[in-house]
């Protein structure tokens, strides 16, 4: 091999070296960008998107079964108004 190749392939190790280097520290700072973030977002009170969507679900199925008794009541209504007239 020539002393010319040396140098690239030694060249070329060291910046793949880096690469690796900088792939493990960008990890790190997302770990740790994200800990901080989560840590600052617990202490306020915020809802999650997913808990949001299970309160939007419990909310439609309440309504609709306020629906249905409010139906029932009206049902019942009528039917007591013809029993005392």
């Known amino acids: 091999m020539s002393n010319n190749q040396q140098t ?5 190790e060291k910046i793949a070296g880096g690469l690796r280097l900088l792939g493990g520290f960008k990890q790190g700072a997302e770990a740790q960008v994200k800990s901080i973030v989560d840590g600052a977002l617990s202490q306020l009170d915020i809802v999650t998107h997913e808990r949001m969507q299970v309160q939007e679900a419990m909310l439609s199925k309440a309504r609709q ?5 409010e ?4 049902e019942l209504e009528a039917q007591i108004k013809k029993l005392t007239q």
Do not use: G, M
Not at 8 to 12: E, P, Q, R, T, V
Not at 65 to 69: I, K
Not at 71 to 74: A, I, N, T
């Open 8 to 12: 690239l392939d030694d060249i070329a």
């Open 65 to 69: 079964e306020l629906t249905a008794v």
């Open 71 to 74: 139906s029932r009541v009206s």
